[in-house]
T-cell receptor, first 113, second 113 residues
Framework: NAGVTQTPKFQVLKTGQSMTLQCAQDMNHNSMYWYRQDPGMGLRLIYYSASEGTTDKGEVPNGYNVSRLNKREFSLRLESAAPSQTSVYFC????????????FGPGTRLTVL | AQSVAQPEDQVNVAEGNPLTVKCTYSVSGNPYLFWYVQYPNRGLQFLLKYITGDNLVKGSYGFEAEFNKSQTSFHLKKPSALVSDSALYFCAVQTDSWGKLQFGAGTQVVVTP
C-alpha cells in the first residue's frame, strides 16, 4: 500500500497563476484533509472532507478550493496564487473523524513568486 | 475553542538521557490528544493518542505520554533518547466529531551524541 500520495512534490508559480495539488489514498478512508505548514505556526487546516461528496472549510480556506473527486482522491486548487500561499501543503486521511489518527502524505513544497 | 500549546520551541538533550516534550491543552469537554513526529522533508507520522482510560499511553519508537487532567497536560516522554529522535514534534487536539485537529506550533528536538 502506498498510503497517502501527493503530486507534485515541488512547484514554483508566479503570482496570479493557478494550479491543482493532487492527493490520493489507498486505505479506503472516509475522511480527507488539506493542511498548510508554515514555520512557527504548526499545521493549519485549509479544507476537509468528512466523506465522499462532502467538503467544508477549515481554519484558513481563503484563496483555495477543493474537490472530493471520489473516495480516494481529494484535490486542492489555487485559482490565483499569491506570495502568501508559499508554504508546504500536506494531505491527510483517516478512517472516520472521531478518535482516529490521521495519515499524512509526503507534502508539496509550493513557492509563489 | 480547543487548543494546544507547546511552550518550548526547541529541546536539546544528550543521547541516552531522558527526553520530555511538553504540551498543554485547553478544551471544553473530553480531550482527545495526539502526538506526531516530522522528520526533515517528510510528512507527519503518528506516535500515540489519548482517548480515554489509562493516563500513561505507550506509542511507537519507545515513546510514551502522560495525560494529566488536573494540569491539563499531555507531555511526550522517552526514557533514553537516540540521535535518530532528532525531529519536529507536534501535539494536537481533536476539535470536533469530524476529526479535525488543532496543532501546536511544534517543538524541535535535537539529540546530540
Amino acid at each position: 500500500n502506498a498510503g497517502v500520495t501527493q503530486t507534485p512534490k515541488f512547484q514554483v508559480l508566479k503570482t496570479g497563476q493557478s494550479m491543482t495539488l493532487q492527493c490520493a489514498q489507498d486505505m479506503n478512508h472516509n475522511s480527507m484533509y488539506w493542511y498548510r505548514q508554515d514555520p512557527g505556526m504548526g499545521l493549519r487546516l485549509i479544507y476537509y472532507s468528512a466523506s465522499e461528496g462532502t467538503t467544508d472549510k477549515g481554519e484558513v480556506p481563503n484563496g483555495y478550493n477543493v474537490s472530493r473527486l471520489n473516495k480516494r482522491e481529494f484535490s486542492l486548487r489555487l485559482e490565483s496564487a499569491a506570495p502568501s500561499q508559499t508554504s508546504v501543503y500536506f494531505c491527510a486521511s483517516s478512517p472516520s473523524g472521531r478518535y482516529n489518527e490521521q495519515f499524512f502524505g509526503p507534502g508539496t513544497r509550493l513557492t509563489v513568486l | 475553542a480547543q487548543s494546544v500549546a507547546q511552550p518550548e520551541d526547541q529541546v536539546n538533550v544528550a543521547e541516552g538521557n531522558p527526553l520530555t516534550v511538553k504540551c498543554t491543552y485547553s478544551v471544553s469537554g473530553n480531550p482527545y490528544l495526539f502526538w506526531y513526529v516530522q522528520y526533515p522533508n517528510r510528512g507527519l507520522q503518528f506516535l500515540l493518542k489519548y482517548i480515554t482510560g489509562d493516563n500513561l499511553v505507550k506509542g511507537s519508537y519507545g515513546f510514551e505520554a502522560e495525560f494529566n487532567k488536573s494540569q491539563t497536560s499531555f507531555h511526550l516522554k522517552k526514557p533514553s533518547a537516540l540521535v535518530s529522535d532528532s525531529a519536529l514534534y507536534f501535539c494536537a487536539v481533536q476539535t470536533d466529531s469530524w476529526g479535525k485537529l488543532q496543532f501546536g506550533a511544534g517543538t524541535q528536538v535535537v539529540v546530540t551524541p
